[in-house]
């Protein structure tokens, strides 16, 4: 099978429904999507017109894509992969407890772990509709060797576009942080490895598979230093920001007693809420949180499935998106969210919505929409990724509507959204293949799962 992304070829997807999210939100019932390299060259209703075919000689590979839905490849703006190696541990604990169970399991990993972990992660997120993650790795235990430099080789194997985020703590609990004292690091240090990976790995560059991020952990275990010289690191070098905030009632808690405000008030006094600042869960917020992560453009990271595991609340997406927060989907480490879907989140984020603000507090538009567009913007890409359009990078998901599970559904979005997850027939990144027929095609999904499994045994019994 050659692959558009050679030179001159072209990949035609034809006769299935289309989602595009572009400015218009325009979709079409039976329509077409031609990538002529790494770039989309036509989206629209009906067959793709001859004229929007490369010339003679150039291999054109069609696939007739009836009873399929195409929408644009989904963006996970918040993970942990390597905790893909200690899924279904403290399965009934509050988030606090649940840290302290796992910090000295993490304390374990190497990079030979690593590696295979997170191969295992971005391999189930691809099979989810996932074309683009984020990543937030902030146990780097002394001896571990280069855990970051894992991720992205196992980004790269995989196929995924990866914006990885150095992430820290060098707040042990003899300085009044959460985490024991040999997971953290120094705070010199963890500025130099951050410096380090920006110019070791960030390419800025239109169509960029990778970007990194910093990514100091949470108010509990960071301190008020690094987060501000963090910030400062990140805007001299032009990559964005990341943590957790307000997560848990215990956070509201801890911030009220070391701090004297609330998480975001505690962020805005050190100069961390910006358009180049994204938030993963945001549950806990009064309404003058909200407005100022309006007023700043801060992005939010919701991860549903996630917070109802671990019992954190109810994000109010409702009244973020209508306040006009930038607001992204994400599956949150493995160890939090066994499932780990990226379409799964989709329907959570939904229902959750529902659930707490009634039948309008979500539409499933809306939800699809924080999970390609809403996404795109959290990662600073919207004028790259997000939604199918003329110009923008193939990153594509091609969903299988046509089986037992979702055939006669009468609007393919609600079959997506609110149905069982689909099998993905297609998924493009960057106009190559990634998965086919609900197949890994850059991997083996066999060794992949045996070697994560290995990883687990080895990392329990380290
Ligand atoms: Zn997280």
Redesign the pocket.
């Given at each position: 099978m050659s692959d558009p992304a050679s030179s001159g070829s072209a990949l035609v997807l034809d006769g299935c429904a289309v989602v595009t999210m572009d400015g218009q939100r325009n979709e079409y019932a039976s329509g077409h999507v031609v990538v002529t390299g790494n770039v989309i060259t036509a989206v629209g209703s009906g067959s793709a017109p001859p004229g929007s075919l490369p010339g003679p000689g150039a291999a054109v590979r069609r696939i007739d894509a009836s009873g399929c839905l195409a929408t644009p490849g989904l963006i996970n703006t918040?993970?942990?992969l390597y905790q893909w190696g200690t899924r279904g541990r403290a399965a009934d604990a509050t988030l606090f407890e649940w840290l302290t169970e796992l910090y000295p399991v993490w304390a374990r990993m190497n990079a030979g772990l690593v590696r295979d972990l997170a191969t295992a992660a971005l391999a189930w997120l691809a099979r989810t509709g996932c074309s683009a993650t984020m990543d937030?790795h902030y146990v780097f235990p002394p001896s571990g060797g280069d855990l970051l430099g894992a991720t992205v080789a196992a980004a790269r194997q995989v196929g995924l576009r990866f914006h990885p985020t150095r992430g820290s703590m060098d707040l042990g609990a003899s300085s009044g942080g959460l985490p024991p004292d040999d997971v953290v690091e120094d705070r010199d240090a963890i500025l130099s490895a951050s410096k380090a990976a920006i110019e070791r790995f960030h390419d800025d560059s239109r169509g960029s598979m990778l970007r990194i991020g910093l990514a100091p952990c949470s108010p509990f275990s960071v301190s008020a230093g690094l987060l501000a010289e963090a910030a400062g690191l990140a805007r001299s070098a032009g990559v964005r920001l990341h943590t957790?905030l307000a997560e848990t009632a215990d956070e509201d808690q801890y911030c009220a007693e070391h701090f004297g405000c609330t998480p975001v008030e505690f962020l805005d006094s050190l100069g961390w809420l910006g358009g180049d600042v994204w938030l993963?869960?945001a549950v806990h917020l009064d309404d003058a949180a909200i407005g100022r992560l309006a007023a700043t453009g801060t992005g939010v990271a919701h991860?549903p499935s996630?917070n109802g595991r671990l019992g954190a609340g109810v994000c109010r997406t409702h009244d973020l998106v209508a306040a006009g927060v930038r607001v992204g989907l994400?599956v949150?480490?493995a160890a939090?969210s066994e499932e780990s879907s990226l379409i799964g989140e989709v329907r959570q984020a939904t229902l959750t919505a529902r659930a707490a603000g009634g039948p309008r507090a979500m539409s499933v538009r809306q939800a699809l929409e924080l999970a390609t567009m809403g996404g795109a913007r959290l990662l600073g890409r919207d004028q790259e990724i997000g939604s199918l359009e003329t110009g923008k990078l193939a990153d594509i998901a091609l969903w299988r509507l046509d089986t037992l599970a979702h055939a006669g559904i009468a609007d393919p979005v609600a079959a997506l959204v609110l149905g069982a997850r689909p099998p993905l027939e297609l998924l493009v990144v960057n106009g190559q293949t990634v998965v086919e027929g609900d197949q890994l095609v850059t991997v083996d999904e066999g060794e992949v799962t045996a070697n994560s499994r290995r990883a687990t045994v080895a990392l329990a019994q380290r």
């Open positions: 918040h993970h942990h937030h957790h993963a869960h991860c996630s994400g949150d480490g939090s």
